[in-house]
């Protein structure tokens, strides 16, 4: 499974921004879709999941401003990105995971980040 993200980029605090991620390979293996995001000297943390059968999660810090969807068919998911705080200034992360036969250690599928940079 190979991921593309783009959409990233600089907003003023309050501002919005749409990250999209794309799919290739066996993108009918995948199950869930997430975005992570990692500063400088952090570790990388979940911003949002969302599975095949759509179950979301989201992080504390994003709910109520963040929105993910998937386009099974498409193999794509999208993270709405509202009213952005300076925090959210990040490199964000799509990834996808595929079940193995071994239950519970699903293989993880990593794409290139894309940075957000969110000015006060």
């Known amino acids: 499974v190979q991921l593309q993200a783009y959409g990233g980029g600089s907003v003023q605090a309050g501002g919005s921004l749409r990250l999209y991620c794309a799919a290739s390979?066996?993108?009918?293996?995948?199950?869930?879709m997430h975005w992570y995001r990692q500063g400088a000297g952090r570790q990388r943390e979940l911003v949002a999941s969302?599975?095949?059968?759509?179950?979301?999660t989201y992080a504390d810090s994003v709910k109520g401003r963040f929105t993910v969807s998937r386009d099974t068919a498409r193999s794509t998911v999208t993270l709405q990105m509202n009213n952005l705080k300076p925090e959210d200034s990040d490199v964000y992360y799509c990834?996808?995971?595929?079940?193995?036969?071994?239950?519970?250690?699903?293989?993880?599928?990593w794409g290139l980040g894309t940075l957000v940079t969110v000015s006060s």
């Open positions: 969302i599975t095949r059968s759509g179950l979301i």
């Open positions: 390979g066996s993108i009918f293996s995948i199950d869930g």
């Open positions: 990834a996808a995971d595929i079940p193995t036969k071994v239950a519970g250690l699903p293989k993880w599928f």
